[in-house]
């Protein structure tokens, strides 16, 4: 019978004496590393090359007066995206009443109310649109309010209607998650205490996913800020500061800036890269501001 030796813990074994089948693990995990680390490098030189470009033509261009202006004749200097900027938060700002407390409600009736035949077709219709094209939507919207049910027409409703529906699936999935972390436990003991469901979903159930829901519901107006082919069929865009509910076109950033970047004009172009940069810091800000919540609440939980 032969005698099988075994290394005293926390002794160290000389590289010479190692199993072969040891240095090759490492060797492959070595390569491993090396090849996903390239592959990320590669990845980031475009992420990195935009921003460069975006931020050296743009940087001259974004001033107190690009912000508080209205855009003057593309040939003209100067001037700003300000009916842009006023048009992109009157229209975003309505978007949120309309797709976060559906989204979120959406989410609440799938995990708290289901499984069903209902939750099955609402979850497949939410993945669906999730990866819809942002012009289908246009489409649609331009179809059915603006040319259809009257003729409403452009302006900022529509416009709203459109990037609420381009939202809605982003915060009813990412809020389906979220809740689905929430224990059991809590809601055993909240049924406990004599409460009902909906008073367990409003007082325990959606307070212990809160920081989670904000962050679904900021990582999706960081998408619908940027948002420019469905306003273009529904907002349709002005270089003037609208303040109509609807029936005047509404302006916003990302289609002056197509509008801007699409003219020979090198005036109109600067200012394009102005905007290309404003849109930039926008949506940076608030995936920050998500992800540091969501970290947040991760810390907190455990």
């Known amino acids: 019978m032969s005698t099988m030796t075994s290394t005293p813990p926390g002794k160290h074994v000389p590289l010479s004496q190692r199993p072969a089948g040891s240095s090759f693990r490492r060797l492959k995990d070595r ?13 980031m030189i475009p992420l990195v090359l935009i921003v460069f470009e975006v931020t050296r033509r743009g940087i001259g261009v974004v001033n107190l007066d690009f912000v508080t202006q209205t855009e003057p004749p593309p040939r003209r200097d100067g001037g ?3 009916a842009g900027f006023f048009g992109t938060l009157y229209i975003m700002a309505l978007a949120v009443l309309m797709s976060i407390p559906f989204g979120i409600a959406t989410a609440v009736y799938i995990v708290e109310y289901g499984p069903n035949r209902l939750t099955s ?12 094209p942002s012009i289908f939507v246009g489409l649609f919207v331009y179809g059915l309010l603006v040319i259809g049910w009257g003729g409403m027409g452009f302006g900022t409703f529509v416009g709203a209607v459109a990037i609420a ?3 809605l699936p982003i915060v ?6 979220m809740l689905r972390l929430v224990p059991n436990e809590m809601r055993n003991a909240s049924y406990g205490l004599g409460a009902r469901k909906w008073q367990t979903i409003v007082h325990t159930v959606l307070p212990a996913a809160a920081p989670g829901l904000t962050t679904g519901s900021m990582l999706a107006i960081a998408r619908g800020i940027g948002e420019t082919a469905p306003l273009l069929l529904t907002a349709f865009g002005t270089g003037l500061i609208v303040t109509a509910f609807q029936g005047s076109p509404q302006g916003a950033v990302p289609m002056q800036l197509y509008r801007g970047a699409t003219q020979p004009f090198e005036a109109g172009i600067d200012r394009a890269w102005g905007a290309a940069l404003c849109l930039f810091v926008l949506v940076l800000a608030f995936t920050v501001v998500a992800r540091w919540v969501g970290s947040k609440a991760s810390t907190n939980t455990h």
């Open 31 to 43: 390569g491993a590393t090396v090849v996903l680390t390239a592959a990320m490098v590669v990845a």
């Open 80 to 82: 700003g995206y300000a």
């Open 121 to 132: 077709a609402i979850r497949f219709f939410t993945d669906v649109m999730t990866g819809i």
């Open 165 to 167: 529906v381009m939202m």
């Open 172 to 177: 009813t999935r990412s809020s389906e998650e």
